[in-house]
């Protein structure tokens, strides 16, 4: 089976800064894409940034020149550094997947249960 673990979700200031990482492990034979979502109260759940295996990143509108994707391909792993953080990037963040076990060769999708992120003086 795979695990998603996410961790770094904290209160923080407008204009302050947070790193959130997440450990994709398990029988993993690859990982295809890493990623991290986030949902507010109320809103549905929406792509914040990727990055693929090959090191292309996509980058929702809202967080682009404020946030940065990477990836550790070696250690399974992705962090997401958040600066400048708004009251609006308060949300759930959630990481997510694309990954093929060795057991299988389909293309799974799998998610962590998230990180709280709350942005407020």
């Known amino acids: 089976q795979v695990q998603l673990v996410e961790s770094g979700g904290d209160l923080v200031q407008p204009g302050g800064s947070l790193r959130l990482s997440c450990a994709a492990s398990g029988s993993i034979f690859s990982i295809n894409v890493m990623g991290w979502y986030r949902q507010a109260p109320g809103n549905q759940r929406g792509l914040v940034a990727r990055?693929?295996?090959?090191?292309?990143?996509n980058y929702a509108d809202a967080v682009k020149g404020r946030f940065t994707i990477a990836r550790d391909n070696a250690k399974n792993t992705v962090s997401l550094q958040m600066n400048s953080l708004k009251p609006e990037d308060t949300a759930i963040y959630y990481c997510?997947?694309?990954?093929?076990?060795?057991?299988?060769?389909?293309?799974?999708?799998?998610w962590g249960e998230g990180t709280l992120v709350t942005v407020s003086s």
């Open positions: 997510h997947a694309l990954i093929t076990q060795y057991s299988s060769s389909r293309l799974m999708s799998y």
């Open positions: 990055i693929f295996s090959d090191g292309g990143t």
